[in-house]
């Protein structure tokens, strides 16, 4: 089971936004102390009733420059928005992005789902899966032939051709996905099925359960679709926590490197391939202990003791 940090691009309640430099560094050191990946979210506001609006860095900026930073661990996105974006030039994007990388990009893909962010930004939100299913029409052939031609309701891509093509036309492609017709995109399209926090085992049996059912009505093996979901770590001797960890504390994990790894393990016995990390506070020391519990976790993986 892989094993990756979250970097976050949100402002914190403080009002806070984590500087390219902390970025950066954050990555630099969760890459050399031996995670798998580091991965970022797309959105570009929240904007609840009653709270403050939240602002967001764009994420492909920072997974770009990212790329530049690091030389080993996987970049993905989880996920990024398909509405905010044309979907053919989103696949040049990605092939671009993946070359410059050296292969190393996880391309996850979401029909989004907060309506202010899309009304702010001057984004259609009606018909969000019709349009998403349409994009993936476009995007899933770019990214493994180079060449698509569709003249749909929502997008149009015509003799549409990526030249020059990258170092892989197997680029993993994520589907973040709960509903019934996302789960049949998911199963049709994807490599990689996100289902956002993983949560209690009970909770990802169920869906996996809504999973395999879209399989079966793809006519697909759910054994060659990958799982992928989102954990969180706190470590509230290092600094302050979030005010719905703090409310909260069966929300996260958090303790020794045994024992946040035994947690961490508990996942790889339920199939999961890859594991998501969000990560607070956000400091050197808070990814130090998380890579530390993060090899605990694969040696218990490795000699069996975490069944």
Not at 150 to 165: D, I, M
Request: proline share 6%.
């Amino acid at each position: 089971m892989k094993i990756g940090l979250m970097m976050p691009l949100a402002e914190d309640e403080w009002g806070h936004a984590e500087s390219w430099a902390s970025l950066r560094a954050r990555a630099e050191e969760a890459e050399a102390a031996g995670l798998d990946s580091v991965w970022v979210y797309d959105h570009l506001l929240h904007r609840f009733e009653g709270k403050p609006v939240v602002g967001f860095q764009e994420s492909w900026t920072v997974l770009s420059a990212l790329a530049a930073a690091t030389s080993r661990v996987e970049l993905g996105t989880t996920v990024l928005c398909a509405g905010f974006r044309n979907p053919a030039l989103l696949a040049r994007m990605a092939v671009t992005l993946d070359a410059v990388s050296g292969g190393r990009l996880i391309l996850g893909l979401g029909a989004g789902w907060h309506e202010p962010e899309f009304d702010a930004f001057g984004f259609p939100f009606d018909h969000r899966v019709s349009r998403f299913a349409e994009a993936l029409q476009i995007i899933r052939p770019l990214l493994r032939t180079g060449e698509v031609d569709v003249e749909g309701t929502y997008h149009r891509a015509k003799e549409c051709v990526l030249q020059p093509r990258g170092p892989r036309t197997d680029i993993p492609l994520l589907i973040a996905s709960f509903g019934p017709r996302m789960m049949r995109l998911t199963a049709r399209y994807a490599d990689l099925w996100n289902t956002d926090w993983l949560g209690p085992a009970a909770h990802l049996a169920e869906r996996r359960a809504a999973l395999d059912a879209a399989c079966a009505a793809e006519g697909r093996d759910p054994a060659t679709l990958g799982i992928t979901g989102g954990v969180t770590i706190g470590y509230p001797d290092l600094g302050p926590l979030p005010g719905w960890m703090r409310a909260d504390p069966s929300s996260y994990f958090t303790g020794p490197a045994d024992a946040v790894g035994a947690r961490l393990a508990e996942y790889a016995a339920l199939g999961v391939q890859h594991v998501i990390a969000n990560v607070y506070p956000f400091t050197e020391e808070a990814v130090a202990r998380f890579a530390a519990a993060a090899t605990a976790s694969r040696e218990m993986v490795a000699s069996g003791t975490h069944a």
